[in-house]
């Protein structure tokens, strides 16, 4: 036990650590526990060793003549079909050239503009939203490395001093248990380059990912990417982003509750 936190709960993140995949709050945190801990602190020196002996040379086992003599005898004939396809795509590109060369411009031109057209209806257009990306990254990993909460409570009156010294700013944290989405705790994260306060709540086994930082210019917007509905909005000078695999309904429920709860 170190401080409020049981070391159980650090054994999957140690790991991760280990193999340099948490993110930079994460590894932060990581660092200092292990600073006040020695049980973790000797696990960590252990699971690194552990690779350390893995990765040795004397551990690698050398394949037989007979396997390498098949492998190169399989790549010669994967390249030389590679080859016959090139020459394949080759000469009908040339004859695909042969036959443009006959067309007039104006039919040409036509075609094109319809082909243009086609491809614009049925070709699926998606642009990858960099910070929504980075939020739903964050919702997902949260629920992986068994690390939702750093502060486990239902009583907001804990979770929002908990807050105070890590972040340079006040969330904003309200108990929505009467409408149907109580407060499970909070925790610090990263989100988009920025350290963020992220509180968490629930509903009917669903988790919901609230991230608030200071705003200086508001996203107000909702969409959905990987399965997760999103729902931004700005509120007393923060920016605040729910996240959670809810349908949209209830989770525009759960922006007007804590909206209307969290103003004065």
């Known amino acids: ?27 932060l945190a990581c660092e200092v526990h292990v600073q006040s801990c020695a049980g973790c602190a000797a696990r960590l020196r252990s699971i690194r060793l552990t690779r350390e002996r893995l990765g040795s040379p004397c551990l690698r086992l050398a394949a037989p003549p007979a396997l390498r003599a098949r492998i190169e005898a399989a790549l ?28 007039s411009i104006a039919p040409s031109a036509a075609l094109l503009a319809a082909s243009l057209v086609v491809m614009t209806m ?4 998606r642009v990858a939203p960099g ?4 939020i739903v990254e964050s919702h997902v990993r949260s629920l992986q490395v068994s690390h939702l909460t750093d502060v486990a409570t239902s009583d907001q009156h804990t979770v929002k001093p908990w807050f105070n010294g890590k972040v340079d700013f006040a969330p904003p944290v309200v108990d929505l248990a009467s409408r149907g989405f109580p407060l499970a ?7 988009g380059g920025r350290p963020a306060a992220a509180l968490v709540y629930r509903r009917n086994g669903h988790v919901i990912n609230l991230f ?19 729902m931004g909005w700005r509120q007393a000078g923060l920016q605040l982003w729910a996240v959670s695999d809810l349908n949209a ?13 969290a103003t004065p």
Request: glycine share 8%; hydrophobic share 35%; net charge negative.
């Open 131 to 134: 910070l929504e990306a980075g």
């Open 249 to 261: 309904v209830e989770l525009k429920e759960f922006q007007e509750d804590f909206h209307e709860a």
């Open 122 to 125: 049925t070709t699926p257009w």
């Open 76 to 103: 010669v004939a994967e390249h030389a079909g590679s080859a016959q396809q090139a020459h394949a795509v080759r000469r009908d590109r040339e004859g695909w050239i042969s036959r443009l060369g006959r067309w």
């Open 185 to 191: 705790g909070g925790r610090l994260d990263y989100v």
């Open 212 to 230: 608030v930082w200071p705003a200086a210019e508001p996203e107000s917007r909702s969409t959905h990417l990987d399965g997760y509905n999103l």
């Open 1 to 27: 036990m170190s401080g409020q936190y049981d070391c159980s709960h650090w054994e999957p993140l140690l790991d991760a650590f280990a193999d340099g995949e948490l993110d930079a709050a994460h590894a």
